[in-house]
């Protein structure tokens, strides 16, 4: 029998190992699918990439740094693996933390992977809707299923073995003897409960997301304009105008991506350093808070600086945990 969830004994933990290589693999791979996008349709970002060109012509570059609709396809084809992918792998480590059952776990995680690979097949090469929507639904349905599991089991009495090795690497504790990875320990229990919380809402920003786009009749790619205006050209371009409100949604879920994900990475070292349970759960609800407030204000349209507070909130949690993990790596405090 396995010492501990995370080693390739338990093999819930080698099949996710397995398909979450696949997964990542697929979304490293797309930078170099841009890149060669860009070069082969010449479209850059910034002005200092069109010296590819070789070329003086001013008039040219500028022309290069217009937005290209192939392109950019491909860039949201990245940003929504961003959004799917890293959520599967940090609710992946925590649904494997609960000893779930073995042929589930990797019906889930297969589903996953496939779906990520369909989605992006599907999306660059332009198959008409609802495909890329049932390929995303795949997807954003296991890591929902993950995220509730995880949660109900947190009121379970099961052990919990996590990231053992990787606290051991950076000797913070001495999991010898203990496992700070554990139910039993009622700070990484908090961070189950409210990390899984915060990482539930940023999977909820997708179909949020999807809402406003029905609702405010903005789509972001031909194909999907086809759907609401068949041949109607006029009606097609209306459809693919950027509107405010579907932007003010995507901002919030950008703004979830960027302190969400580093806070669950910062909590898990954080829990390495053995801290008080009452300060690390009084800080996770403290973010889990001030992310769902930061949410509402944003699409809410709540006057400033409501919208700033809850970011400065889940910033400084995010902050005081950093800083006390190099206390403790560097200064033993």
């Known amino acids: 029998m396995y ?3 995370y080693t390739v004994e338990n093999e819930v933990f080698a099949a996710f190992l397995f398909y979450g290589a696949l997964v990542l693999l697929k979304m490293i791979a797309m930078s170099p699918i841009t890149i060669a996008h860009r070069l082969a349709l010449d479209n850059f970002m910034n002005w200092e990439d069109t010296k590819l060109f070789n070329d ?20 949201r084809a990245h940003a929504n693996d961003i959004e799917n992918i890293v959520p599967f792998l940090i609710l992946g480590l925590m649904y494997v933390a609960v000893k779930p059952e073995l042929g589930l776990a990797v ?4 589903a996953f992977a496939i779906s990520r690979y369909a989605h992006t097949v599907v999306y660059l090469l332009r198959f008409p809707q609802p495909s890329r929507l049932l390929a995303f639904l795949v997807g954003f349905g296991v890591n929902v299923l993950m995220a509730c599991e995880v949660i109900r089991k947190l009121y379970t009495t099961v052990y919990v073995g ?25 700070a990484f229990a908090a961070l189950v409960k409210y990390g899984g919380l915060a990482l539930l809402k940023t999977v909820a920003m997708s179909p949020i997301t999807i809402f406003y786009r029905i609702k405010y009749n903005s789509v972001p790619t031909p194909e999907d304009a086809a759907v609401r205006a068949g041949n109607d050209e ?13 932007e003010r949604v995507r901002s919030a879920h950008q703004n979830d991506i960027e302190n969400v994900f580093p806070f669950v990475l910062l909590a898990l070292l954080y829990i390495g350093i053995s801290p008080d349970p009452g300060t690390a759960s009084f800080i996770f609800k403290i973010f889990a808070g001030s992310r769902v407030a930061h949410t509402v204000s944003y699409l809410g349209k709540l006057p400033q600086p409501s919208r700033a507070l809850c970011f400065a ?10 800083i006390e993990i190099f206390k403790k790596m560097f200064f033993g405090l």
Do not use: Q
């Not at 019906?107 to 297969?110: A, D, G, T, V």
């Not at 209306?238 to 409100?245: G, Q, S, V």
């Not at 909130?313 to 950093?322: D, I, L, R, S």
């Open 3 to 5: 010492k501990h969830m």
């Open 56 to 75: 003086p012509d001013p008039e040219k570059r500028k022309r290069a740094l217009v937005p290209n609709d192939n392109v950019n396809r491909v860039k």
């Open 107 to 110: 019906w889930l995680f297969k």
């Open 162 to 186: 996590l990231l053992l090795s990787l606290v051991e690497a950076l000797a913070i504790v001495d999991c010898s003897t203990m496992s700070v990875y554990s139910l039993e320990n009622e």
């Open 234 to 246: 006029e009606l097609k371009k209306k459809f693919l105008a950027k509107n405010d409100e579907v």
């Open 313 to 322: 909130a889940g910033m400084a949690v995010n902050t005081y945990m950093a």
